[in-house]
């Protein structure tokens, strides 16, 4: 089966301006994760979606930052305006419901300028 | 709130030597345990994971054993190849309670060479 897709696998923009990632989960997968590594430091939850839902959006650091699944499929995180803060590695991850296991995408490198 | 305290790295040992990787954990509950690996310029993937008490987990030469008493999950290779040049995160979930919600480590990275 496909992987988990995440795109683009790196961006470099201004600060100010907005970036929209875009995370693919596997077909079948109703459980979707955003995480994100900033600066070399721990890896931290962001969000959880079931199906379309948000199920837990406690770790979305500010309202800069929008997430969606539009019709329980794929995801998009947008960030407007970017600041220099939110610059490093964003990962998306999906599973089944019911399913221990996660599949984590390859993430996207964010760098805000 | 749960954490996971990780040995920093970087890690750089000679191909063929013994890895240890020591973690901890703060957590409510009973909480499984994974251990994940990202090689260069690849997203993460599960190493291996224990969800409970005393469970070993293992695979490709890696070993963590589940120690409550202790709260740690350490991570053991014994003889390390090149290959297993890449960053090691240890994670806890509090399982479907918490919605399956991932907690890491600060990650080590470990550098083999030959």
């Known amino acids: 089966e496909a992987g988990v897709t995440q795109f683009p696998s790196h961006s470099v923009i201004e600060k100010g301006q907005t970036v929209t990632l875009r995370c693919d989960p596997i077909?079948?997968?109703?459980?979707l994760y955003w995480y994100r590594r900033v600066m070399g430091k721990e890896i931290k939850f962001l969000l959880h979606?079931?199906?379309?839902?948000?199920?837990?959006e406690s770790g979305m650091p500010n309202n800069r930052f929008l997430a969606e699944r539009t019709g329980g499929t794929y995801s998009t995180l947008k960030v407007q305006p970017a600041e220099l803060e939110d610059s490093g590695v964003y990962f998306c991850?999906?599973?089944?419901?019911?399913?221990?296991?996660?599949?984590f995408g390859s993430g996207t490198r964010l760098t805000v300028v | 709130g749960d954490s996971v305290t990780q040995m920093e790295g970087p890690v750089t040992l000679s191909e063929e030597a013994f890895l240890t990787i020591n973690c901890t954990y703060t957590?409510?509950?009973?909480?499984?345990l994974f251990w994940y690996v990202q090689y260069p310029g690849e997203g993460l993937q599960l190493l291996l994971k224990a969800t409970k008490a005393d469970d070993k987990g293992s695979n490709k030469g890696f070993e963590a054993t589940y120690r409550k008493e202790t709260t740690s999950f350490h991570l053991e290779k014994g003889s390390v190849q090149v290959s297993d040049s890449a960053v090691y995160f240890c994670a806890l979930s509090g399982g479907k309670a918490a919605g399956n919600k991932l907690t890491f480590g600060g990650g080590t990275r470990v550098l083999v060479k030959p």
């Open positions: 991850a999906s599973s089944q419901v019911g399913f221990y296991g996660y599949t």
């Open positions: 979606f079931v199906k379309e839902s948000k199920q837990d």
């Open positions: 077909s079948g997968h109703d459980n």
């Open positions: 957590a409510t509950g009973y909480p499984s």
